[in-house]
């Protein structure tokens, strides 16, 4: 038998297959699920601009089994974790640290009963920021946009080199001792 519902806009099928009919006993004992992948735990706190390309892939893998089973659990939209989360630094750092966090509730023998109610807390507030970097991108289930940084950071500009020249006389002013707002 196949079954239809609506996720996020689109049909999705899934075959459910019972081996018996309906008041009679299963015909056999279902096969024992396969053994889970145990994956060692990422170390915490990571910094992910540290990060060498090998260990950025690393934690982009792991990241990548654990953020679609997040977004499952607790039925997240694609306005707050779009498909292409990856190819944006702010959510995969947001994805990152929520999810060093929850390891961190969940293995350390230490923590309190509360530590769960603790991570259910920092997820609604990492929620509230992943929604809001989402809609700044524009991103959904249909499209990805990518992130343009501000131009002043794009080094080789002119407004970064009219930066870079503001900020070295800044701080040349409060080496001198005369540090307060600049008219």
């Given at each position: 038998?196949t079954k239809t519902h609506?996720?996020?806009?689109?049909?999705?099928?899934?075959?459910?297959?019972?081996?018996?009919?309906?008041?009679?006993?299963?015909?056999?004992?279902?096969?024992?699920?396969?053994?889970?992948?145990?994956?060692?735990?990422?170390?915490?706190?990571?910094?992910?601009?540290?990060?060498?390309?090998?260990?950025?892939?690393?934690?982009?893998?792991?990241?990548?089994?654990?953020?679609?089973?997040?977004?499952?659990?607790?039925?997240?939209?694609?306005?707050?974790?779009?498909?292409?989360?990856?190819?944006?630094?702010?959510?995969?750092?947001?994805?990152?640290?929520?999810?060093?966090?929850?390891?961190?509730?969940?293995?350390?023998?230490?923590?309190?009963?509360?530590?769960?109610?603790?991570?259910?807390?920092?997820?609604?507030?990492?929620?509230?920021?992943?929604?809001?970097?989402?809609?700044?991108?524009?991103?959904?289930?249909?499209?990805?946009?990518?992130?343009?940084?501000?131009?002043?950071?794009?080094?080789?500009?002119?407004?970064?080199?009219?930066?870079?020249?503001?900020?070295?006389?800044?701080?040349?002013?409060?080496?001198?001792?005369?540090?307060?707002?600049?008219?």
């Amino acid at each position: 038998m196949t079954k239809t519902h609506e996720v996020d806009g689109e049909a999705v099928e899934a075959s459910v297959t019972t081996g018996r009919t309906r008041g009679s006993r299963p015909n056999a004992t279902p096969p024992p699920p396969p053994p889970p992948q145990v994956r060692q735990p990422l170390p915490s706190p990571i910094n992910w601009w540290k990060l060498d390309d090998e260990e950025s892939a690393e934690t982009l893998e792991v990241l990548g089994e654990w953020v679609p089973e997040l977004v499952r659990r607790y039925g997240l939209r694609d306005s707050v974790v779009p498909p292409c989360w990856f190819l944006h630094e702010a959510l995969v750092q947001e994805l990152l640290a929520l999810f060093q966090y929850r390891n961190q509730q969940q293995v350390e023998p230490t923590a309190p009963p509360s530590a769960m109610l603790d991570f259910h807390y920092q997820f609604d507030l990492a929620i509230r920021r992943l929604t809001s970097w989402t809609t700044s991108t524009g991103c959904n289930s249909a499209e990805h946009h990518d992130t343009t940084p501000a131009v002043w950071v794009m080094p080789g500009s002119v407004r970064n080199s009219n930066w870079v020249v503001d900020f070295e006389d800044y701080v040349k002013t409060v080496r001198a001792g005369n540090a307060g707002v600049k008219e």
